[in-house]
């Protein structure tokens, strides 16, 4: 039998591939039960935006035909709230296919990318699939002041000739760390201009405005930052697959040139752009998230469990024990959480804040599951 891994290109040999979590129809097939609930991807517990279903359910009759390849009723609507040029935005099916596409785009085995340990599983696979090199920096430990966030200095004194990208979450996944502005912003301003930042802000909504860390702002200071932002999150259409970056019209050109020519479905511009409009419901994911963070979190305090401070829909809990045990715990008794041994934090657990009565429910599991 030919051993076809030994035929993948090294990198890919090497890679380890993305863990998703538990589906709950999974679950159903292997334990039985019902009432299961998910809080192991850090989807929207609201479900989909209501503008988004309604905008979609009239284009059934449509899907025989090939989707709008430039995607321009959805990039005019992302131009004007982001005020910027319709030629600085890529769309892309996720906004995981734009980080895909920037390392096919600018890496090649003779460079590197960086990013901080801990952070997006997609940002080593996606380098390793090229054949580069993947410069993981060691994180901060749980005492810094930002706890298993990224260290900025050590990034950019990694940065050499061969340094082609450089990806940071803000705030970051599985962590839920986040950098501020100031320290963002001197970051960047030391990134040499032919090396390219980019800037996954696919929890930005889930902050307070007031707190908010809005990359997009930059652009024009920064030629060589891009901004990626998600649907997938706050918006609730992650099932449907878009996302898209803000970057200067040549990186967009540069994106552009390898998207598949039809890489985000009708369905998904469509809804998109109805859910652009909807900040009712962005309003209502970020009160629900808050309310359910405070309640994850003080159950956390009493059972003196420690977690890093989150500012997107999810709370890293770390049990100081095997997480292992607690998750299967909570999984036969109907709720998916999300392990993190995969990224090397094998005590703890990345928990989805779900609505107020999911998370109630996990809290009252909690104080017997780490007995
Ligand atoms: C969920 C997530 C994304 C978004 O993925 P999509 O492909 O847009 O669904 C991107 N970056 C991070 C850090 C995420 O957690």
């Given at each position: 039998?030919?051993?076809?891994?030994?035929?993948?290109?090294?990198?890919?040999?090497?890679?380890?591939?993305?863990?998703?979590?538990?589906?709950?129809?999974?679950?159903?097939?292997?334990?039985?039960?019902?009432?299961?609930?998910?809080?192991?991807?850090?989807?929207?517990?609201?479900?989909?935006?209501?503008?988004?279903?309604?905008?979609?359910?009239?284009?059934?009759?449509?899907?025989?035909?090939?989707?709008?390849?430039?995607?321009?009723?959805?990039?005019?609507?992302?131009?004007?709230?982001?005020?910027?040029?319709?030629?600085?935005?890529?769309?892309?099916?996720?906004?995981?296919?734009?980080?895909?596409?920037l390392?096919?785009?600018?890496?090649?085995?003779?460079?590197?990318a960086i990013?901080?340990?801990?952070?997006?599983?997609?940002?080593?696979?996606?380098?390793?699939?090229?054949?580069?090199?993947?410069?993981?920096?060691?994180?901060?430990?749980?005492?810094?002041?930002?706890?298993?966030?990224?260290?900025l200095?050590?990034m950019a004194?990694?940065i050499?000739?061969?340094t082609r990208l450089i990806f940071i979450?803000n705030?970051?996944?599985?962590?839920?760390?986040?950098?501020?502005?100031?320290?963002l912003?001197?970051f960047i301003q030391q990134v040499p201009e032919?090396v390219i930042v980019v800037l996954d802000?696919?929890?930005?909504?889930?902050?307070?405005?007031?707190?908010?860390?809005?990359g997009?702002?930059w652009?024009?200071?920064f030629p060589n930052l891009v901004v990626?932002?998600?649907?997938?999150?706050?918006?609730?259409?992650?099932?449907?697959?878009?996302?898209?970056?803000?970057s200067?019209?040549?990186i967009?050109?540069?994106?552009?040139?390898?998207?598949?020519?039809?890489?985000?479905?009708?369905?998904?511009?469509?809804?998109?752009?109805?859910?652009?409009?909807?900040?009712?419901?962005?309003?209502?994911?970020?009160?629900?998230?808050?309310?359910?963070?405070?309640?994850?979190?003080?159950?956390?305090?009493?059972?003196?469990?420690?977690?890093?401070?989150?500012?997107?829909?999810?709370?890293?809990?770390?049990?100081?024990?095997?997480?292992?045990?607690?998750?299967?715990?909570?999984?036969?008794?109907?709720?998916?959480?999300?392990?993190?041994?995969?990224?090397?934090?094998?005590?703890?657990?990345?928990?989805?804040?779900?609505?107020?009565?999911?998370?109630?429910?996990?809290?009252?599991?909690?104080?017997?599951?780490?007995?």
């Amino acid at each position: 039998m030919t051993d076809f891994k030994a035929l993948a290109v090294p990198g890919v040999q090497k890679l380890n591939p993305y863990v998703p979590g538990k589906p709950i129809s999974e679950l159903e097939r292997e334990l039985g039960i019902e009432n299961i609930i998910k809080l192991a991807s850090n989807e929207n517990p609201l479900g989909p935006s209501p503008k988004a279903m309604a905008a979609i359910a009239p284009l059934m009759s449509e899907l025989a035909l090939y989707p709008d390849g430039n995607g321009f009723e959805l990039k005019k609507a992302l131009a004007e709230k982001h005020g910027v040029g319709m030629d600085q935005i890529t769309l892309g099916n996720g906004s995981n296919d734009v980080l895909v596409l920037l390392a096919e785009a600018f890496l090649s085995a003779a460079h590197n990318a960086i990013y901080s340990q801990y952070s997006f599983a997609v940002y080593p696979i996606a380098i390793q699939a090229i054949g580069a090199t993947h410069k993981m920096i060691p994180a901060l430990g749980w005492d810094s002041d930002s706890p298993l966030g990224c260290d900025l200095d050590a990034m950019a004194a990694a940065i050499d000739a061969q340094t082609r990208l450089i990806f940071i979450a803000n705030p970051n996944n599985p962590t839920g760390s986040f950098l501020t502005k100031q320290a963002l912003y001197n970051f960047i301003q030391q990134v040499p201009e032919d090396v390219i930042v980019v800037l996954d802000e696919a929890y930005l909504e889930y902050s307070p405005e007031s707190m908010r860390v809005d990359g997009s702002l930059w652009l024009s200071e920064f030629p060589n930052l891009v901004v990626t932002r998600t649907f997938s999150k706050a918006y609730g259409l992650a099932g449907l697959r878009v996302g898209y970056s803000l970057s200067h019209p040549d990186i967009a050109n540069v994106i552009n040139r390898i998207r598949q020519p039809f890489n985000v479905n009708s369905l998904a511009l469509k809804a998109a752009e109805a859910a652009i409009d909807d900040a009712d419901f962005i309003q209502k994911s970020m009160a629900v998230n808050a309310k359910g963070l405070e309640l994850l979190c003080d159950c956390c305090d009493e059972l003196k469990l420690r977690y890093v401070p989150s500012k997107g829909n999810f709370l890293l809990v770390d049990f100081a024990q095997d997480a292992m045990p607690i998750y299967e715990h909570l999984l036969h008794n109907g709720i998916i959480t999300r392990p993190v041994a995969n990224y090397g934090l094998p005590n703890s657990l990345r928990i989805t804040i779900g609505s107020e009565n999911q998370i109630q429910r996990l809290i009252n599991l909690l104080p017997t599951a780490v007995a």
